[in-house]
């Protein structure tokens, strides 16, 4: 079931929402600064690509200062317009009973996009 929604949400806007981020992963990259945050859009970027069978966990070493002080930057810097594109993207497609599940995605997204440091992207299960 997760390889035929995979599918669909590749063709419904998947593979738009992947390529942008990975767009932005490699401008955020050019600068020794913005290596960090290219990385954290990467992981953006494959959960964009398939994100049904998978979740966001919090890592042990989450609550680190310095993964604090990046979220903060993170936030601060564009991260909070990221994850309330996909909020709004949630809510709407929430509205329809067929549109519930590529919604939770988004909200899945939008969690992950507030906060990236300190998060990791595992299949169900693990």
């Known amino acids: 079931m997760n ?4 599918l669909l949400w590749l063709l ?3 593979i738009i929402t992947f390529v942008e981020y990975v767009v932005a992963s ?3 990259m050019i ?5 960090p945050f290219g990385v954290q859009t990467f992981k953006m970027a494959f959960l964009a690509l398939m ?26 810097v564009g991260g909070i317009w990221i994850s309330l594109s996909h909020l709004v993207f949630g809510v709407v497609l929430c509205i329809t009973i ?7 995605q988004h909200f899945k997204l939008a969690g992950l996009a507030l ?12």
């Open 26 to 28: 490699l401008v955020m």
């Open 98 to 104: 067929i549109g519930i599940p590529f919604g939770r």
């Open 51 to 76: 994100p049904f069978g998978k979740e966001v966990k919090t890592t042990p070493q989450s609550g680190g200062c310095l993964n604090t002080i990046m979220n903060l930057i993170w936030i601060l």
């Open 12 to 14: 419904l806007g998947g």
């Open 3 to 6: 390889i035929l929604l995979n």
């Open 115 to 126: 906060t990236p440091f300190g998060k990791q992207v595992v299949e169900k299960g693990c």
């Open 31 to 35: 600068t020794i600064i913005g290596i």
